[in-house]
């Protein structure tokens, strides 16, 4: 099994990022995906878990409306899309499979920093 993130940077507050995660070892259409974030001195989050086997995906309230998560079912990736972005949205972002709030294997995660 592997992931692989992509995609992080430095963006403006109001900006935009599309982080990806090339994933292998797996199918997607039986294991959940999530994207995790760990911010210095802040507990880690979970902000999205897909199921895509079951057509379902739930976001912590910090980011609903703004974080979209999906697949590319050709290439077996998966995305984050990070629309309106604040400051308290800088961390390490990781995907990770397994089950919601239960991973079993993560990746080696990509940094987000939004700053002016």
């Known amino acids: 099994v592997q992931l692989v993130e992509s995609g992080g940077g430095l963006v403006q507050p109001g900006g935009s990022l599309r982080l990806s995660c090339a994933t292998s070892?797996?199918?997607?259409?039986?294991?959940?995906i999530g994207w995790i974030r760990q911010a210095p001195g802040k507990e880690r989050e979970e902000v999205s878990c897909?199921?895509?086997?079951?057509?379902?995906?739930q976001y912590a309230d910090s980011v609903k409306g703004r974080f979209t998560a999906y697949t590319d079912n050709d290439k077996n990736t998966a995305y984050l899309q990070m629309n309106s972005l604040k400051s308290e949205d800088t961390a390490v972002y990781y995907c990770?499979?397994?089950?919601?709030?239960?991973?079993?294997?993560w990746g080696q995660g990509t940094q987000v920093t939004v700053s002016s």
């Open positions: 990770a499979m397994g089950y919601c709030s239960a991973y079993d294997f």
């Open positions: 070892g797996f199918d997607l259409d039986y294991y959940a």
């Open positions: 897909l199921r895509r086997g079951i057509s379902a995906t």
